[in-house]
């Protein structure tokens, strides 16, 4: 019940909290492996970079290591009779003292005063070869050379050492030590660092989820049902702008205008749809001047300002598109006015000089009367500009049956909320996950008090999903991008456009 209190009041304060049921109906995957992917080349430096650094540290600390190795033949003395368990006992036995011994000080002290060291720098080991007689001495060290000595001086003394303190034991060296060649422990970097690099690479996916999880977006249209105070009037699938690898490589991207004949089927008829659902919407309100906005640049709001208008010219209407965002306009660019034409038709120097403005037919048949900017005007708009801008669209109210007008994006400069004046009411783009919910209620509050009021959102820029989920969107068409119109309140239609579906608006109203 307050969520519906909330999401009524055109001007309450908004915060950041989705208001989902569980967490299974919050999460979507989707749109947090599309935010992953979207930092692939973040993830991969990251990689690159924990792999360097686990190479650097195992460079660094790494300590190469000779080891040199002696048999001995261990037995009981003064015996004729010598058995194999006399042997193994004896070997036993001895392992044990010269564990001992080798452990001792008395050791350590004769080794490095033979030596010359003041302590020992290394690992000395004894060990029993299973069930024979047989004992190895081991020394790990840094130096082959001092590998070497040492087991000299270690064999020596220990000899002597447990010669004192056993009785018939007998020790004979099978195997000499020899000054080793080559390291016992060789570097191994590649083990470290494809572990380092593995690690990094769960760590940062994981951190960019959980980023994307916690980010309160519009990633879905039941997120713009809960969490937008305003309503859906349409969806537009993401459509790509490099149709080929060699036109990515060259930056060339493709126009997303509708009358492109590269463009999917999908993309054109949710433009369409849009421009019937948007007409109906602002019919109701008896509106005739529409201002189209978004909260942050590169939404697509230009090219849905642009494809709407088409829209509404394909059905029919007297329709003009006005391009007011005067910081960066892009009308020009996506309809593609020719350049000897740029200087001549700009509003922004034509309303500042008190000139004529243009109005240029576009499209493939020219029936779509636009009204460009061309030149970038920063604070354009005093008081004498907006008389100008005002008698403009006063004029084209009675020449035309809708003027769509293109604004700068509303979270960025306070031009939109001037021009909004103007308008009778407005539509916001909005491009999946991009911008947070706060600042697009904000907008939304902003519109409605600036007289404009808000006839709905234009979810722009829709994916499909990695996992057939596309919002409400169903197989009907069977290509790329296929839609439910029948959710937004679409029928059948006649050849004349007639729907025999009501929205549920206006079954309410009737």
Not at 106 to 127: M, P
Not at 224 to 248: C, F, G, N, Q, W
Not at 436 to 450: G, P, T
Request: overall charge neutral.
């Amino acid at each position: 019940m307050a969520e519906k209190e909330n999401r009524e009041s055109p001007h309450s304060t908004h915060q950041a909290a989705p208001s989902y049921n569980s967490f299974g109906e919050h999460l979507d995957l989707d749109s947090i492996i599309r935010d992953v992917l979207r930092q692939w080349w973040v993830i991969l430096l990251a990689a690159v970079a924990a792999a360097l650094f686990a190479g650097a540290v195992v460079r660094f600390t790494y300590s190469p290591q000779y080891t040199t190795t002696a048999t001995f033949v261990v037995s009981k003395s003064g015996v004729s009779s010598n058995t194999v368990s006399d042997s193994l006992t004896a070997a036993n036995a001895l392992a044990e003292t010269f564990s001992t011994v080798v452990d001792s000080e008395i050791l350590e002290t004769r080794v490095c005063r033979t030596l010359g060291l003041d302590s020992l720098d290394g690992e000395i080991s004894v060990s029993v070869v299973s069930s024979t007689s047989l004992m190895t001495m081991t020394v790990k060290t840094s130096s082959p050379r001092l590998a070497y000595e040492m087991i000299q001086a270690v064999m020596d003394t220990a000899v002597d050492l447990c010669g004192e303190l056993t009785d018939n034991i007998s020790i004979q060296v099978l195997q000499e030590p020899s000054i080793p060649s080559n390291v016992s422990n060789p570097l191994n970097e590649r083990r470290p660092m494809l572990m380092a690099g593995a690690a990094g690479l769960a760590i940062m996916i994981l951190l960019f989820a959980a980023l994307s999880y916690f980010r309160n977006t519009v990633k879905t249209e039941r997120d713009m049902r809960h969490k937008v105070d305003t309503k859906l009037l349409a969806s537009i699938p993401h459509e790509k702008k490099y149709k080929t690898l060699l036109s990515r490589i060259r930056r060339r991207r493709y126009s997303l205008f509708m009358e492109n004949p590269t463009l999917s089927f999908g993309y054109v008829e949710a433009c369409r749809m849009m421009g019937t659902r948007v007409r109906r919407e602002l019919d109701r309100k008896g509106g005739h001047v529409l201002m189209v906005s978004s909260v942050s640049e590169n939404e697509g709001k230009s090219t849905v300002a642009a494809n709407l208008a088409m829209a509404m010219v394909q059905e029919g209407q007297r329709t003009v598109l006005v391009d007011c965002d005067f910081r960066k306009p892009a009308q020009y660019k996506i309809l593609g006015l020719p350049k000897e034409k740029e200087e001549k038709y700009d509003l922004g120097t034509a309303l500042k000089n008190r000139g004529t403005v243009r109005v240029t037919a576009m499209g493939m048949e020219r029936k779509l009367p636009v009204v460009f900017s061309t030149v970038s005007h920063k604070r354009l708009l005093n008081r004498e500009v907006m008389e100008a801008l005002k008698m403009t669209v006063d004029a084209l109210r009675e020449s035309v049956d809708y003027i769509i007008v293109d604004t700068s994006p509303m979270g960025l400069v306070a031009e939109s909320a001037r021009i909004a004046s103007l308008a009778d009411a407005s539509l916001l783009v909005v491009e999946q996950d991009v911008v947070e919910v706060r600042y697009i209620n904000d907008a939304i509050d902003q519109l409605n008090e600036s007289g404009a009021e808000v006839l709905g959102c234009v979810f722009n820029n829709v994916h499909t999903g990695f996992f057939g989920r596309a919002g409400t969107y169903g197989s009907y068409y069977g290509y790329g991008h296929s839609y439910g119109y029948g959710r937004y309140g679409y029928g059948h239609y006649d050849k004349a456009g007639r729907s025999d579906a009501k929205t549920k608006s206006e079954r309410r109203g009737s």
